[in-house]
């Protein structure tokens, strides 16, 4: 039987802590408080958040966006479109400018007690925010996985 050492034990596990510990995976949701609402599929959502669409079924939908300085923001629109926030920008820009779509509402601050505040005065309003901080009564029309290194 081979004993390991305390001095290569010890130190090969530290290893595996950090490494496993740089990469961090959580989830956020798109919610709203409208319960009409269907759950959405990734296709939908992308093209939501790049204002090729704007209404779900009957529905016209209003989006709402974290502060531009956000990590939550700058996290979600990486995962979701593979965009950063310069680009995102530049995209609602563009479908500004041309009329085709409205850029989401801007919080000025990411608390979830102002995001809940807009959906609530919002009825067909959209939006996302990490899934582990929601209280249970939102309706949760989709979830992503969103990776981020530490």
């Not at 950090?18 to 093209?47: F, G, P, R, T």
């Not at 608390?111 to 807009?118: A, G, P």
Request: hydrophobic share 45%; net charge positive.
């Amino acid at each position: 039987m081979t004993r390991w050492s305390p001095l290569v034990v010890l130190p090969t596990l530290l290893l595996a802590i950090l490494i496993s510990s740089a990469i961090k995976a959580e989830e956020y949701a798109v919610i709203s408080m409208n319960s009409e609402l269907l759950q959405l599929k990734s296709i939908q959502v992308k093209m939501l958040y790049r204002g090729k669409i704007d209404r779900i079924g009957e529905h016209h939908i209003k989006l709402l966006d974290l502060p531009p300085k956000s990590d939550l923001r700058k996290n979600f629109y990486l995962s979701l479109l593979n965009k950063n926030p310069s680009q995102m920008q530049s995209i609602w820009a563009k479908q500004s400018f041309s009329g085709r779509a409205s850029a989401p509402f801007q919080l000025q601050s990411e608390d979830l007690e102002s995001v809940l505040t807009w959906l609530k005065s919002t009825p067909t309003g959209i939006a996302y925010y990490p899934l582990e901080q929601l209280p249970i009564d939102v309706k949760i029309l989709y979830i992503i996985k969103i990776k981020e290194e530490l």
